[in-house]
Nanobody, 113 residues
Framework: QVQLVESGGGLVQTGDSLRLSCSAS????MGWFRQAPGKEREFVAG????????NYADSVKGRFAISRDNASNTVYLQMNSLKPEDTAVYYC??????????WGQGTQVTVSS
């Protein structure tokens, strides 16, 4: 069983930065997703096990950066130039084959205008 624990969410103002962390055991590609109130969960960013390949949703390209430190089993999401539309619960997930099979409990990010 893979356990994923997110941290680092909070209340910030437009233009601020936050860094989310996800403690994740095991050798998995990882992703960050988010779900805003009344909306479906959406992909934000992904990273391979080795960290050599990353991909992003168009809405966050150039503002967010995903990275990982396998020595500490931690995946990060650096979020810069935050906007009110980034407000959501953010989840990290571990990918098994082609599916994100394991999920964390989520961390709330709120961006005030």
């Amino acid at each position: 069983q893979v356990q994923l624990v997110e941290s680092g969410g909070g209340l910030v103002q437009t233009g601020d930065s936050l860094r989310l962390s996800c403690s994740a055991s095991g050798r998995y590609a990882m992703g960050w997703f988010r779900q805003a109130p009344g909306k479906e969960r959406e992909f934000v960013a992904g990273i391979t096990w080795g960290g050599g390949i990353t991909n992003y949703a168009d809405s966050v390209k150039g503002r967010f950066a995903i990275s990982r430190d396998n020595a500490s089993n931690t995946v990060y999401l650096q979020m810069n130039s935050l906007k009110p539309e980034d407000t959501a619960v953010y989840y990290c997930a571990a990918r098994v084959n082609f599916d994100y099979a394991y999920w964390g409990q989520g961390t709330q990010v709120t961006v005030s205008s």
